[in-house]
């Protein structure tokens, strides 16, 4: 057809149940086959949906048509947009009253700017007591140590 672009041109070499497939695997069924089928209309019992959905990966065409979509979606990831989206569904959340996911997404945006940063001691090799209890005095001098819960200097 003249005016196509090559893309949905080849696009349209798919059913559109295959096409539901695609949109089903790389968006709400994340990757999940079997899923992706049940959602694109794929009939039968679990197993049965399994089939059709490794079935539907394998076919040339619509494996070409989810890695492109797939390299779509990478060139659009990057911090800055994930910060946005966070930021976004932090205020979206606490307009609908759920705090939960309000003060989750501000978390993971605190925690991509380093705000938090994770005090775990990983050891390896023989322990000793003495390794322990030195461990252990220093979880204690921390613990009593207080904490400034003050933004700025100019706070009073």
């Not at 390299?71 to 307009?95: F, G, T, W």
């Not at 759920?98 to 605190?110: D, H, S, T």
């Not at 050891?123 to 819960?149: N, S, T």
């Amino acid at each position: 057809m003249p005016g196509n672009s090559s893309a949905a041109s080849k696009r349209a070499h798919l059913s559109r149940k295959q096409e539901r497939f695609i949109a089903e695997y790389t968006n709400m069924a994340n990757g999940n086959a079997t899923e992706a089928a049940a959602r694109a209309g794929y009939k039968g019992n679990r197993n049965t949906l399994g089939v059709a959905g490794h079935r539907a990966i394998k076919n040339d065409k619509v494996k070409a048509e989810i890695i492109r979509l797939d390299a779509e979606i990478a060139k659009q990831m990057s911090p800055d947009r994930v910060k946005r989206r966070l930021h976004e569904i932090s205020h979206n959340s606490e307009a609908a009253g759920q705090f939960g996911p309000a003060v989750r997404a501000e978390e993971l945006i605190g925690k991509s700017l380093g705000m938090w940063v994770d005090q775990s001691i990983q050891l390896a090799g023989v322990l000793k007591d003495e390794h322990v209890a030195a461990l252990i005095e220093i979880a204690r001098a921390r613990q009593a140590k207080p904490v400034d819960l003050k933004d700025s200097d100019d706070d009073r």
